[in-house]
């Protein structure tokens, strides 16, 4: 079977074959592949004029609904993912988490569109007032580059290692050529043509390159971003191509590191925190054979606690079923391929020169329903290393495979100092139920790792383990793990985001931003604004309301009304020595009665009020003062309809802008409300 290339709208062969893929289990050839003679410089072209286009025209609420769509689409079609995957060595469990995690990840940033305008561009940060009278201010905007993302992924992730990417530059507005691993690449081009075949991207949005897409990187601007994930070698020469530094094309690399686990010295023998340790590891070592970017290289113990380590470790170790898949009773599949089991033994045997070897089954493997001959199976090996200040091959050295060495360290500053050795890190984990020292581990090696799990039986049922990156956090590491970030939640996403400040009147930044700014126009709004329906308001609409003086009743009132008798609030006696001048209104009271005059009591379109954001009480407000409100829409977000029983909605921001009888503000907020549409059929 041949995999072919998914470019310019079409299914095409390369030249020739460029790779057999051969089956990590059975060691037969199932496909083969070729990007030879693709007009790269085209490919690029379509994907920044079909893709890109047609992404930046979508806000960021409709691509996120793509995306949740498109999990929707490729979750209920996963099993045949699955079925594939074992080809690659994965038993299930691996594979739930390059399947089920890659998709997840989709869910993960479509649910992102929540926490972006109804825009196809983003407002970053806060107004910045640049003149005296405040007619000069300065925003920042964020709009999508126009070019494409470029992906170069690794062999042992081929889904999550696509998924994961493309899901934070399509939310970005940005499309995607995919170059995934030829080894693995089968399995990548079955999640694509379900992509595909589904039609709910946009054409061009996502092209894949199955082969070793050679000359690419010729090929890219200075409007494209290049992502690389997989060895620190190939990735600095990657990095260092003429055309990525003549352009200066960003260039995110998230490389193999010498990732480590701490067991901390409060943990005794007995406790939970150790069987809790023992299990991290283990499961680090065999899971996808260990063939993870994440994976624990390093085992940092305690020197009076390493041989009890050590033995509980090689007493798991020893039980590991390790063969086919299909076996439900396998625990360890095969690597990848056999050009992989010659660059594991290759490292092995380098290791093996500065530190001993503690466990290695490979003379006694008792494959289940395979064959050693036929497969790419490899043992588990464990190394034990006493002097690793000196022998460090250990933190040079990477052997991606089952493979991990046992360090001991003598107190906390050997630990950071051994950590650090490693030269940056994705993940280390720190195994302690003292989090005095945890503060102490995390403080002291945070600037070499992208990412630090502190465990404990607190956490330790719903921790997702020390090699799970999640799509919310920032993935990625500095030195040795590349120095880039993915994924990361609005980060992520921000790295295809091209920033760009802007400066004018308040009212012309307004236009730009679609986001109310203060000393905008506030034209009346009649009828009021909560007697009209989501399509009829504009931003900047105002209500300015009847006003109120504030009595000595009204504080006496709340106080009873909300139990809060604070002292500044109900004693005047206790005043010295503080900022206030006399008994001062509370702040929640001013935002009640705010409410009070803003709200439009009738049943209208406003369907429900559902949380204040950025609240801040920004003068005292005593006995006597004279209140009124400016309440003006601030921001319009379109809403998607659930289901056709759904009333059709959108969410409108207001600015609560509270002020007294000298017109200064004494306290603002944003209040969020549903508002009801008058076409209710989308």
């Known amino acids: 079977m041949e995999i072919k290339n998914y470019v310019l709208g079409e299914w095409i062969s390369g030249e020739g074959t460029e790779i057999d893929h051969i089956h990590a289990i059975t060691g037969e050839i199932i496909s083969t592949t070729s990007s030879k003679g693709l007009d790269f410089s085209s490919i690029l072209e379509y994907g920044r004029k079909k893709g890109s286009s047609s992404l930046r025209k979508m806000t960021f609420q409709q691509r996120g609904e793509m995306l949740k769509s498109l999990a929707l689409h490729l979750n209920k079609r ?44 983003y407002i970053d940060g806060q107004m910045a007032n640049l003149s005296k009278n405040g007619t000069f201010i300065g925003h920042h905007i964020m709009v999508p580059k126009r070019g494409v993302a470029v992906h170069i992924n690794a062999f042992n992730f081929p889904i999550w290692g696509m998924l994961e990417k493309i ?110 340790f023992i299990k991290e590891i283990y499961r680090e070592m065999t899971a996808k054979t260990g063939q993870k970017c994440t994976a624990v290289r390093r085992i940092l113990v305690p020197e009076n606690k390493i041989d009890q380590v050590q033995k509980a470790l090689i007493t798991k170790l020893e039980k590991t079923i ?21 660059r594991v033994k290759e490292n092995v045997e380098l290791l093996m020169e500065s530190q ?10 008792n494959l289940v329903d395979a064959s050693e001959e036929k497969g790419a199976f490899f043992s588990p090996v464990l190394f034990r290393n006493d002097d690793p200040f000196f022998k ?51 403080v002291e090696t945070a600037h070499t790792n992208g990412r630090i799990l502190v465990l404990n039986s607190r956490c330790s049922k719903e921790s997702t383990g020390h090699g799970s990156p999640m799509p919310l956090l ?5 030195g040795r793990a590349g120095g880039g970030e993915e994924m990361g939640g609005i980060r992520g996403i921000k790295h295809y985001l091209q920033r760009t400040a802007i400066q004018g009147h308040p009212e012309t930044i307004t236009k730009i931003t679609e986001q109310f700014q203060i000393g905008g126009n506030q034209p009346e709004s009649n009828p009021h604004v909560f007697r009209k329906h989501f399509e009829e308001l504009n931003v900047g609409d105002t209500v300015f309301t009847h006003k109120h003086t504030v009595t000595t009743a009204d504080i006496v009132n709340f106080a009873n009304v909300s139990g809060d008798n604070f002292y500044a609030h109900m004693d ?74 759904d009333i059709a909605k959108g969410i409108v921001k207001f600015l609560v802008d509270i002020y007294d009888e000298t017109d200064e503000t004494v306290g603002i907020a944003t209040i969020l409300t549903m508002v009801k549409k008058i076409n209710q059929t989308k």
């Open 392 to 442: 460090d091959a250990v933190h040079n050295i990477e052997a991606f495979g089952p493979v991990s060495t046992l360090i001991p360290y003598k107190n906390m500053e050997e630990a950071v100092e051994l950590v650090e050795m490693g030269k940056g890190s994705l993940v280390t984990s720190f195994v302690s139920n003292d989090d005095q020292k945890s503060k102490e581990f995390v």
């Open 474 to 478: 920032a993935h990625g590491g500095p």
């Open 167 to 276: 899901a934070v530059n399509l939310m970005a507005g940005v499309a995607a050529v995919v170059k995934p691993s030829e080894y693995t690449s089968y399995l990548t081009e079955l999640m694509v043509k379900e992509i595909i075949d589904s039609k709910i991207l946009p054409e061009g949005s996502l092209q894949l390159i199955p082969g070793t897409g050679k000359g690419i990187l010729d090929h890219v601007g200075h409007n494209d971003i290049v992502t690389f994930t997989g060895s620190a070698t190939t990735g600095k020469i990657l990095k260092s191509h003429s055309n990525i530094l003549e352009n200066s094309v960003p260039f995110n690399m998230e490389a193999d590191s010498l990732n480590a686990c701490v067991l901390g010295e409060d943990v005794d023998e007995n406790s939970d925190e150790f069987d809790i």
């Open 356 to 365: 001993e070897k503690v466990f290695d089954n490979s003379s006694n493997l």
């Open 322 to 342: 390790i063969g086919n898949p299909e076996n439900k009773d396998v625990r360890m599949g095969a690597l990848a391929s056999k050009i992989q089991v010659e």
């Open 78 to 121: 996963k099993e045949i993912f699955y079925t594939l995957s074992k080809a690659t060595g994965a038993t299930r469990i691996d594979s739930w988490i390059d399947i089920d995690g890659g998709i997840g990840n989709l869910f993960a940033n479509a649910s992102l569109r929540r926490q972006f305008p109804d825009l196809p561009y």
């Open 572 to 645: 005047e006696t206790s005043l010295d020595g503080t900022i206030f001048e006399e008994r001062v209104a509370h702040g929640y009271f001013l935002l009640s009665k705010a409410a009070g005059l803003f709200v439009d009591p009738a049943k209208g379109p406003v369907l429900l009020n559902y949380g204040i954001d950025e609240c801040r009480f920004t003068k005292p407000v005593y006995v006597g003062a004279t209140i009124g409100v400016r309440f003006t829409v601030k921001e319009k977000i379109d809403q998607k309809k659930k289901d056709e029983e």
